[in-house]
């Protein structure tokens, strides 16, 4: 319980003691505007209703939800807990977070459907799409997005925005069309090179000589045979 104690980041300090030595309090958290939370089961279909309600959530991230989170879903998320710690300062790395432990506690606990909560945290999260390089990645990934926020699941969500089979494919292409720009550049500089433009210039000089030796030759004919 010390350890806890001494360690001040979300899912940790006096908040997660407080619901582990009160087994029965209620989450605390501000923006659950009242409604009693008692039971990790409840939380999602709470918090699908207030956005149902305002079309959003007033803060994605909250000490008292976290800890709550992490005194009753039943379950080691400790690795959760510190990328959500890593992440403070980040609002978006922060939200990223939020959606790893809300996919837990759907994965464990359901409701087997969130379209409201699912939707809304499909806009907030958008932007991490941006973070693929390829443009036909990105449109990709947006599609895919967009039939995920309809859906209601939080876990395929999740797995969508933390694809890292997605993100290597990426970074294998981008390497690809790094080194195919490489060897165009190459290829251009050898073009606009001296020595290029002196091997251009003495083939333009074989064709104009030859171009003036056929036309000597013509004139002569013309003269010796008019």
């Given at each position: 319980m010390q350890q806890l104690m001494r360690h001040t980041g979300p899912g940790y300090?006096?908040?997660r003691c407080l619901y582990m030595l009160n087994p029965h309090l209620p989450c605390q958290s501000e923006f659950l505007q009242g409604q009693f939370v008692s039971d990790v089961r409840e939380l999602?279909?709470?918090?699908?209703?207030?956005?149902?309600?305002?079309?959003e959530l007033p803060t994605i991230v909250d000490r008292h939800l976290t800890?709550?989170?992490?005194?009753?879903?039943?379950?080691?998320?400790?690795?959760l807990l510190f990328a959500l710690e890593a992440a403070q300062g980040d609002a978006f790395m922060t939200k990223l977070?939020?959606?790893?432990?809300?996919?837990?506690?759907q994965s464990k606990h359901g409701p087997d459907e969130l379209p409201h909560l699912t939707a809304w945290l499909a806009r907030?999260?958008?932007?991490?799409?941006d973070r693929y390089q390829g443009k036909s990645m990105r449109d990709q990934m947006?599609?895919?997005?967009?039939?995920?926020?309809g859906g209601g699941n939080l876990v395929d969500l999740h797995a969508c925005l933390n694809s890292e089979n997605a993100l290597k494919k990426d970074e294998v292409a981008k390497k690809k069309a790094?080194?195919?720009?490489?060897?165009?550049?190459?290829?251009?500089?050898?073009?606009?090179?001296?020595?290029?433009?002196?091997?251009?210039?003495?083939?333009?000089?074989?064709?104009?000589?030859g171009i003036s030796t056929s036309v000597s030759f013509a004139t002569a004919v013309i003269v010796v045979f008019s």
């Open positions: 300090g006096i908040e999602l279909p709470i918090l699908e209703k207030l956005i149902e309600k305002n079309g800890a709550f989170i992490a005194s009753r879903i039943r379950a080691n998320i400790d690795r977070g939020m959606l790893s432990l809300f996919a837990a506690v907030e999260l958008e932007p991490a799409v947006r599609k895919k997005l967009k039939a995920l926020s790094m080194r195919e720009f490489a060897s165009a550049a190459r290829e251009i500089g050898a073009l606009e090179s001296k020595e290029f433009h002196d091997s251009v210039q003495r083939l333009g000089w074989r064709i104009a000589s």
